[in-house]
């Protein structure tokens, strides 16, 4: 049967899906045709990109392109077949020590410096000899380049551990760079590539690449569009002097990372005003026996902690210490940190508005660290604080706690890892309520954090609890999710505040069966190791070195 004349519309339907593969197959033949006769150059620089991902120069270990990392080296691939003339590459080269004979390092050099022109994103490591000589090499301008990141790792024995970027580098000519990051790299000053730069980050200067302040402050002048700055022993030395001649102002910088002496600490901080800055991090070294280096720099600590750029006042304070290291986190919003009882945790996220750390090697006396960290409270601006947090081995006494509680009026939480609970709990005890305005008068929640509660801490415990409820600031909230403690102690502060939190069921420490056998048995306290004879009085000297038994 004729399926035309039986059914016409199927035919034509037919017909029309046949014309309509035939189409199909005629456009694909004529846009294969039509590719071949495109030049690379013409295509869109995504898709130029996208073919460089698929191509290894011939020499590199490891290149990214566009956030794609390849690790093979392959023989040469035909990259020069392809015209670089608008494709931005995106490179990383990792020089391996020792394994790279001559031929092939110069090799690497020449693939470099052909490809210089329209190379956006570069970054090279490599030992001193090798970096001197790629970046000796490197005279061509580079018009399109944004990122640039030098850096040594590795390097021979009796081998210089610093390269010098010479002035020559691109023949001075980087109109577009935007970012620079320098690794045990010395670079002068007054080098071309520094100005205009946003983003810069020099770590480990050798001593004689140091800038005077005054040739330090002229470079920065340079930069007047700065956004971030990180400087880790690459500022000016020298002794600071209270007469500030001479200020620069960055107005767009919003992060400021510096590490260096306390004393440099204070000259670099005192000679800038940063109006946009929402972001301190500070790491000083003390080269004093008592801490006294720190007077000089607290002042610029508290100035540019907070400013009018700032929408919030810090709310939020962790810190931790000990014999040879104090650090301060402080946020603009309340923020829950976790509490370690390590040093090897760093800064929280979200990024603090200030990280202040100090560390010495010449704290040799005992308490040197607590008057650090007394100080460092004491110039911060915590007047509006909600929540507080003692991490680690944080030596907080009473009489710590009673200079400053006056200042925080709205703290509504601690967190309180040993001893620092102990002398929180002496001073709510030894409150005397000063005619009916008790410290810390919005405070509703404590957390106690790896304390041991037997019984003279419990009853001592139960005794400030009290001692609250009769001010008339009771508290709403007591944590002691991480503690060790009897569900009978758990009880009996559950008489006392409305929501107690107790520890988990499932420790897994030989101590913590031996406390809940000790409480099957009826004993309603953890028991102190000694057979009960309380250590309040006489563990100062073991909670200063690992105990965690105390609070």
């Not at 600071?240 to 510096?258: G, S």
């Not at 700032?310 to 650090?327: A, C, M």
């Not at 009978?488 to 107790?502: H, K, Q």
């Amino acid at each position: 049967m004729d399926l035309c004349k039986a059914n016409p519309r199927e035919y034509q339907r037919q017909a029309i899906d046949a014309e309509i593969k035939s189409l199909k197959e005629s456009i694909r033949v004529l846009r294969y045709r039509r590719n071949a006769l495109a030049p690379v150059s013409s295509l869109p620089t995504e898709v130029t990109a996208a073919i460089f991902s698929f191509l290894y120069l011939p020499v590199w270990p490891m290149s990214v392109v566009n956030g794609a990392t390849l690790h093979s080296i392959y023989p040469s691939s035909g990259i020069t077949s392809i015209s670089p003339s608008t494709a931005p590459l995106y490179l990383e080269a990792r020089v391996p020590t020792y394994l790279w004979d001559g031929p092939r390092f110069i090799a690497f050099q020449k693939e470099l410096q052909c490809h210089v022109s329209h190379i956006c994103h570069l970054s090279i490591s490599a030992e001193p000899f090798h970096l001197f000589r790629t970046l000796e090499g490197l005279i061509s301008p580079a018009p399109t380049l944004e990122y640039l990141s030098l850096s040594i790792d590795k390097y021979r024995p009796r081998t210089p551990s610093r390269v010098s970027v010479p002035d020559t580098l691109f023949d001075g000519a980087t109109p577009r760079l935007s970012c620079l990051k320098l690794r045990n790299c010395n670079i002068s000053w007054k080098s071309p590539l520094l100005k205009g730069i946003e983003n810069l980050e020099i770590l480990m200067l050798s001593v004689n690449a140091k800038p005077s302040l005054a040739v330090w402050l002229d470079a920065l002048d340079e930069m007047p569009q700065l956004k971030t700055l990180v400087l880790h022993s690459a500022s000016p030395s020298g002794l600071f002097q209270f007469n500030i001649e001479r200020t620069v102002t960055l107005p767009f910088l919003t992060h400021f990372d510096f590490s260096n002496s306390a004393e440099a600490c204070a000259l670099a901080l005192a000679h800038l005003i940063l109006p946009a800055l929402t972001s301190l991090c500070l790491t000083a070294q003390s080269e004093l026996p008592n801490g006294g280096d720190l007077q000089k720099l607290l002042p610029y600590v508290n100035r540019h902690s907070h400013g009018p750029q700032d929408t919030r006042p810090l709310q939020s304070v962790l810190i931790r210490g000990d014999r040879s290291r104090v650090d301060v986190f402080a946020w603009p919003v309340d923020i829950d940190v976790e509490v370690h009882n390590s040093f090897t945790s760093c800064a929280p996220k979200p990024s603090a508005r200030v990280a202040f750390s100090v560390t010495s090697e010449d704290w040799f006396i005992p308490t040197t660290h607590i008057e650090v960290l007394d100080a460092t409270m004491a110039a911060l601006p915590l007047d509006n604080l909600l929540t507080l947090t003692a991490q680690h081995h944080t030596r907080i006494c009473e009489q710590m706690w009673r200079r400053h509680a006056p200042r925080w009026p709205l703290l509504k939480r601690v967190r309180l890892a040993p001893p620092a609970a102990r002398g929180f709990r002496e001073m709510v005890l030894q409150d005397n309520g000063r005619g009916g305005f008790p410290l810390l008068p919005s405070l509703t929640k404590l957390d106690l954090i790896g304390t041991t509660l037997s019984a003279h801490r419990t009853l001592r415990l139960c005794d400030a609890l009290m001692m609250r409820v009769e001010q008339g600031v009771p508290l709403e909230a007591l944590d002691l999710t991480t503690c060790f403690a009897t569900s009978r102690t758990v009880r009996l502060l559950g008489e006392i505040v409305v929501d107690v939190w107790g520890p988990a069921d499932d420790f897994d420490t030989e101590e913590s069966i031996l406390f809940a056998s000790d409480s099957a048995a009826g004993d309603p306290f953890v028991p102190d190791n000694d057979s009960g004879t309380e250590d309040y009085l006489d563990d100062d000297e073991d909670d200063f070195h690992t105990s965690d038994d105390d609070g």
